[in-house]
T-cell receptor, first 111, second 114 residues
Framework: GENVEQHPSTLSVQEGDSAVIKCTYS??????FPWYKQELGKRPQLIID?????GEKKDQRIAVTLNKTAKHFSLHITETQPEDSAVYFC??????????FGAGTQVVVTP | DTGVSQDPRHKITKRGQNVTFRCDPI?????LYWYRQTLGQGPEFLTY????????KSRLLSDRFSAERPKGSFSTLEIQRTEQGDSAMYLC????????????FGSGTRLTVV
């Protein structure tokens, strides 16, 4: 089955700096890679996603890159703000089309 | 339709009791998923339905767990003879079609077994 590894587990950045979170996956059939943001006590919220036929996607300060050959994808947050502090999860579809999640990255943005 | 709804939001139960959670997906979504999330971890897949058919169950889903989606709309997840290790957030999500595009989570049911 699909196995998604996520690094780092915690990330502290100064406000205004960039944050990068990396994930790897094992199932070559994976074709959809979303990223979720989860604030304490709340549900995971989709922030950006990418499909396997695209190498990069950007939405304002957030971007995701995908390297299918190497089976890894990354989330980039530029010009970080205190409200970006949260836990971020990467995910990848398995061969059944359901999502498997990484263990999460706690991002702390300090003013 | 305001999204995926879960009920109750919180449940405290004594060890050995049975509990049942409900999930109402987005109305046009034919796929419904159950996940479990413990503190500091990502959501772990439990089971999912396409319409009323239960297509897969994780090995995490012991015999004490059962899920139903009788009419292809709402779903229930029952845990029998609860154990302290069952304490977690139980998340429901739904999506349209046979892909994960538009996967939307509910707010979850937090279970505490005392």
């Amino acid at each position: 089955g699909e196995n998604v590894e996520q690094h780092p587990s915690t990330l502290s950045v100064q406000e205004g700096d960039s944050a990068v979170i990396k994930c790897t996956y094992s199932d070559s059939a994976s074709n959809y890679f979303p990223w979720y943001k989860q604030e304490l006590g709340k549900r995971p919220q989709l922030i950006i996603d990418i499909r396997s036929n695209v190498g990069e996607k950007k939405d304002q300060r957030i971007a995701v890159t995908l390297n299918k050959t190497a089976k890894h994808f990354s989330l980039h947050i530029t010009e970080t703000q205190p409200e970006d502090s949260a836990v971020y999860f990467c995910a990848a579809t398995d061969s059944w089309g359901k999502l498997q999640f990484g263990a999460g990255t706690q991002v702390v943005v300090t003013p | 339709d305001t999204g995926v709804s879960q009920d109750p939001r919180h449940k405290i139960t004594k060890r050995g009791q049975n509990v049942t959670f409900r999930c109402d997906p987005i109305s046009e979504h034919n796929r419904l998923y159950w996940y479990r999330q413990t503190l500091g971890q990502g959501p772990e897949f439990l089971t999912y339905f396409q319409n009323e058919a239960q297509l897969e169950k994780s090995r995490l889903l012991s015999d004490r767990f059962s899920a139903e989606r009788p009419k292809g709309s709402f779903s229930t997840l029952e845990i029998q003879r609860t154990e302290q290790g069952d304490s977690a957030m139980y998340l429901c999500a739904s999506s349209l079609g046979d892909s994960s595009y538009g996967y939307t989570f509910g707010s979850g049911t937090r279970l505490t077994v005392v």
